[in-house]
């Protein structure tokens, strides 16, 4: 299927300054940990990701793509994002000792959907407690599994890993979801 992920900077952002000001303690693993649950969480219940990333499969499990790319533009490592993105991202949080996030200010919550805002405290209430090695057994999925190391995972293969897969991949390959059929 081919699938267009239209990643949304400052909803990405925003959720990154939201989950570091919930967890008690915020690191870059456990944050892109929980990004993934929600995300499963929300395309499971609302046919779509939260900020829109792709997700590639690196060594301890899936990693949104852009909101990796946002930690180590802040971390100030050299990557592919605007000098706008970057400076956005340095504005909200800060990366401590290579992982460690700690948010500059409170989260616009405004730029969230109720259905955005009931995934991510889902995926808190679920997640947040679990140590990173019990993190990293669960994010193993099969969509993980069966995607080469450091490939873009297929969308199709998350929705495999979820109840609903037929209904979903109907409506993602629907152009115009929620148009009437004449």
Not at 38 to 65: Q, T, W
Not at 71 to 89: D, L
């Amino acid at each position: 299927m081919n699938y267009s992920f239209n990643f949304n900077l400052e909803k990405g952002i925003e959720t990154i300054v939201y989950l570091s000001e919930k967890l008690a303690e915020p690191d870059l693993y456990r944050i892109l940990k929980i990004i993934y649950f929600a995300n499963k969480e929300h395309l499971e219940k609302y046919g779509r990701f939260i900020c829109g990333d792709s997700y590639i499969a690196m060594e301890h499990g899936p990693v949104s793509s852009e909101i990796y790319n946002l930690f180590n533009a802040v971390k100030g490592e050299k990557v592919w994002i605007s000098n706008e993105a970057i400076s956005q991202a340095k504005a909200s949080f800060t990366v401590e000792d290579q992982y460690k996030i700690k948010d500059i200010r409170s989260p616009n919550l405004d730029i969230f959907s109720d259905s955005d805002l009931e995934c991510l405290n889902y995926a808190l209430e679920q997640y947040s407690s679990l140590s990173l090695d019990e993190l990293e057994h669960l994010s193993h999925d099969e969509a993980w599994k069966t995607t080469n190391k450091n490939a873009v995972i297929d969308i199709e293969k998350i929705v495999a890993t979820l109840n609903n897969q037929q209904e979903l991949i109907s409506h993602l390959q629907d152009q115009y979801p929620g148009e009437a059929e004449w």
